[in-house]
Nanobody
Framework: QLQLVESGGGLVQAGESLRLSCAAS????????MGWFRQAPGKEREFVAT????????YYADSVKGRFTISRDNAKNTVYLQMNSLKPEDTAVYYC????????????????WGQGTQVTVSS
């Protein structure tokens, strides 16, 4: 399993941007699909985006498509989430996760999780 640490969260106004980073330690980062999930207060954790081992394939939730971009740098063992045009409804704790199944949107298919980073978008 990988150990994952997210960073980059914060408080922004609607329309602004943030970039989240997730640094991984452990072996074979490039053999994991990586994902971002989020959980708002009182809601279940939901899928945001995922990226394949090499970064050649990406998948997004409809709610973020066109605004968020997931990417990875396997040389740095890091995955990113660029978030543009942020909305108040994007407010949540954002989690990085690692799994083996490319394209999966299910929590259960991700075996390693970070501790989360808070993103708050004010209106």
């Amino acid at each position: 399993q990988l150990q994952l640490v997210e960073s980059g969260g914060g408080l922004v106004q609607a329309g602004e941007s943030l970039r989240l980073s997730c640094a991984a330690s452990g072996r074979a980062f490039s053999s994991y699909a990586m994902g971002w999930f989020r959980q708002a207060p009182g809601k279940e954790r939901e899928f945001v985006a995922t990226i394949s081992y090499s970064g050649g394939s990406t998948y997004y939730a409809d709610s973020v498509k066109g605004r968020f971009t997931i990417s990875r740098d396997n040389a740095k063992n890091t995955v990113y989430l660029q978030m543009n045009s942020l909305k108040p409804e994007d407010t949540a704790v954002y989690y990085c996760a690692a799994g083996r199944r490319i394209g999966s949107r299910r929590n259960a298919d991700f075996e390693s999780w970070g501790q989360g980073t808070q993103v708050t978008v004010s209106s």
